[in-house]
């Protein structure tokens, strides 16, 4: 199954991107959703996950970002405001059907990656 990432772009430092992931013909109401990113040069890093009604953020991103998700449409969003220039990154959107991945390699399906780029 491929998630649909979209909602990246350029943006000045203090701006604000939406980031949305889809999931067509499949329900992913109990899945866990993770939305990751990768610098050039560096890990991918779990940035935000959202399970059941609880959610996890990355320290970075605490108070700046918010995931949320609206199970009746199968998606998932990633509200990221005062982006800052290390925001930059490709962000990907995952989901894991056990409900449970923290690690990348705990989810099964995966968006094709967005670019997010801040600029100072």
């Known amino acids: 199954v491929q998630l649909q990432a979209s909602g990246g772009g350029l943006v000045q430092a203090g701006g604000s991107l939406r980031l949305s992931c889809a999931a067509p013909?499949?329900?992913?109401?109990?899945?866990?959703m993770g939305w990751f990113r990768q610098a050039p040069g560096k890990e991918r890093e779990l940035v935000a996950r959202i399970s059941g009604g609880s959610t996890y953020y990355t320290e970075s991103v605490k108070g700046r970002f918010t995931i949320s998700r609206d199970n009746a449409k199968n998606t998932a969003h990633l509200q990221m405001n005062s982006l800052k220039p290390e925001d930059t990154a490709v962000y990907y959107c995952a989901a894991d059907p056990a409900g449970s991945g923290w690690l990348s390699e705990e989810y099964d399906y995966w968006g094709q990656g967005t670019q997010v780029t801040v600029s100072s």
């Open positions: 013909g499949r329900t992913f109401s109990t899945y866990a």
